[in-house]
């Protein structure tokens, strides 16, 4: 996508280049081979199941309800650039991102749709994201004066979506029961210097009766919004639905619909279906140790029998969560193997002492399927306390990615 900028705007933008997220290194398929084959972990990556998520989503979509793919944190650590053929080839009208590393990935990979950032940006990062043509999240006034102001050095005009706190996030939005809101809101939506192609809300909560309430006056408020504005309802996109929203509220799917993890096989989605991502590693060595050994930092495990244990060369730098220790599985020969002792930053030991045949470099899944066991998301969260994102947010940052 080509952009007309004056030389001034140019100028400015090479001042505000700075990224805000790690750079986004992308590898030919070859080359993502030769990289997991070296390296201690690596996920893998179905795309066909991406697709497929993609296309349950669009069969039960009606009119012209669009879907912009949210795509934040690197694809929820699933990796944009590999999932973009997907994107394209199943003609997704809009993908969501936060950082600009992420929209410039999208871009280079040939999208040509809109692209949504779904969070508030600071000034650098506007400016620096008009290259890229990204929809920017506003919820104030000096939110879009500044707006105003960037477009205006850039030549250029920067369309916005207009955030309301009508679902009580309390994170970026209007709230237009207040005669102060309202006052704002009236000011932002009617100022002709400035682009509002979409108004939005986002839910915190899972309650279907509290969001149907919220849902009915959000649209009482951006109908009363726009019509004070003067705004044409043909001109806004209206879109409240996240995941959860989007697969148990059909009447709140409005104009498009914001679905991220359920792409990606994560919660709240179920089968049909399918997550997309697996994490693996191999057995480094094998030990024998007497029974009364200890294990790990700490010696928080003790050996009650003379055990086989597996080292496995991953440990809580490469995501595998230190909360794990002493609680989770691994499936080696498709059979399970239990953590022993502390996981350390890259290393963990589990027992392997019943299984059979197992050597050197075995295939080891920490999260994903072997056979028929399976390490599923709802064991991963119970043993560690923490959300499935926040083990593979990090799972894509700090390991390689491989795309079958």
């Known amino acids: 996508m080509k952009l007309k900028l004056s030389l001034t705007a140019l100028a400015l933008m090479g001042q505000t ?26 996920l893998e990556i179905d795309t066909q199941a991406f697709s497929n998520n993609i296309q349950l989503l669009q069969k039960d979509l009606k009119g012209n309800t669009q879907i912009c793919a949210i795509m934040k944190a690197d694809a929820y650590g699933n990796g944009i650039a590999g999932l973009m053929p997907s994107i394209i080839a199943n003609n997704v009208a809009c993908v969501g991102i936060t950082s600009n590393e992420e929209a410039r990935v999208v871009r280079e990979h040939g999208f040509e749709g809109k692209i949504m950032r779904v969070r508030a940006a600071s000034r650098n990062e506007i400016e620096n994201g008009v290259q890229y043509e990204i929809e920017e999240l506003i919820g104030t006034k000096m939110q879009a004066d ?34 102060e809101g309202q006052v704002e809101g009236v000011e932002i939506a009617s100022d002709p210097n400035l682009k509002i192609v979409g108004m939005m809300t986002h839910f915190p909560n899972e309650g279907l009766d509290e969001i149907r309430r919220k849902v009915d006056r959000f649209k009482v408020e951006t109908k009363w919004l726009m019509d004070s ?20 509220l059909p009447e709140a799917h409005l104009d498009m619909v914001r679905p991220g993890g359920m792409l990606y096989g994560d919660y709240p989605a179920t089968l049909p279906y399918e997550r997309i991502v697996s994490f693996k590693t191999r ?25 086989i244990l597996a080292n496995l060369p991953i440990g809580y730098s490469d995501g595998f969560a230190r909360s794990l220790s002493n609680k989770a599985d691994v499936l080696i020969n498709g059979q399970r193997a239990r953590v022993m002792g502390k996981a350390s930053m890259n290393t963990t030991m589990v027992d392997v002492t019943d299984i059979i045949g197992v050597q050197a470099n075995d295939e080891v899944v920490v999260f994903g399927r072997q056979g028929i066991e399976e390490i599923t998301a709802e064991e991963t969260e119970e043993k560690s ?18 795309y079958r």
């Open 17 to 42: 280049a700075a990224h805000a997220a790690p750079l986004l290194v992308d590898f030919d398929d070859s080359e993502r081979e030769e990289r997991v084959q070296a390296s201690n972990a690596w």
């Open 146 to 179: 500044q707006i105003i102001e960037i477009a205006y050095n850039y030549n250029t005009v920067i369309p916005v979506h207009l955030a309301l706190n009508t679902s009580g996030m309390g994170r970026n939005g209007l709230d237009l029961t207040t005669y």
């Open 229 to 248: 504005a003067g705004l044409k309802r043909k001109d806004i996109t209206l879109h409240v639905a996240n995941s959860y929203i989007t697969l148990n």
């Open 283 to 307: 057995v480094a060595s094998l030990h024998f140790f007497p029974a009364g050994s200890t294990i790990g930092y700490g010696s928080t495990k003790v050996l009650e029998r003379d055990s």
């Open 385 to 402: 306390g923490r959300i499935l994102p926040e083990h593979y947010t990090i799972w894509g940052a700090t390991n390689p990615r491989v």
